[in-house]
């Protein structure tokens, strides 16, 4: 058992443990039931539920929601429409979000697919530098895509910058 400010109190029969922190005008909770013997400590337990969300809505702030933006092209799409296009989806991926480029073919444009698979080279080779493939070029119906994802290893140098060496032990 755990006292109210944090000092160990020992093994403790529940009931005497109950009696305790009532004496106090405090709660008894199980805060590692899988332990031998179980641990609990003596707390104010509307507190603890508020400090418990608190550290919910904390971690909740700091995840990074990703999204996947879609790029559309066409067999025939023009260099200005590819450039234009391009830079939209070099934005998004240095921005974090993933991107999804399709090329929609239309009646007889399915006989030449090598169009399609070309513009979706080009794309893959011009954002090299700041996305990376997640799933290779394939067709589904009359539509085929590739899904860029943002470069992992930036994210992980700056991880690494923002993490303090470790203190000496004396």
């Known amino acids: ?3 109210e400010e944090g000092e160990q109190l020992g093994v403790m029969d529940v009931r005497d443990a109950v009696r305790a922190a009532r004496e106090k005008g405090l709660d008894l909770v199980e805060v590692a039931p899988g332990a ?3 641990v609990c400590r003596i707390i104010d337990f509307g507190k603890y539920q508020y400090e418990a969300k608190k550290k919910a809505n904390e971690a909740k702030k700091k995840q990074v929601t990703i999204t996947v933006k879609e790029v559309k092209f066409r067999p025939g799409t023009d260099d200005h429409d590819y450039e234009y296009r391009m830079k939209h989806a070099r934005e998004w991926l240095q921005d974090g979000d993933k991107v999804k480029a399709t090329i929609w073919f239309r009646g007889r444009e399915m006989t030449h697919r090598e169009l399609g698979a070309r513009i979706l080279e080009r794309l893959e080779k011009d954002l090299v530098d700041v996305g990376e493939v997640e799933t290779r070029p394939k067709m589904e119906g009359n539509q085929m895509f590739i899904i860029l994802g943002p470069k992992r290893h930036k994210g992980g140098a700056s991880a690494a910058k ?7 032990m004396h």
């Open 36 to 38: 031998d013997p179980p």
């Open 1 to 3: 058992m755990i006292g």
């Open 162 to 168: 923002e993490t303090p060496p470790p203190a000496p």
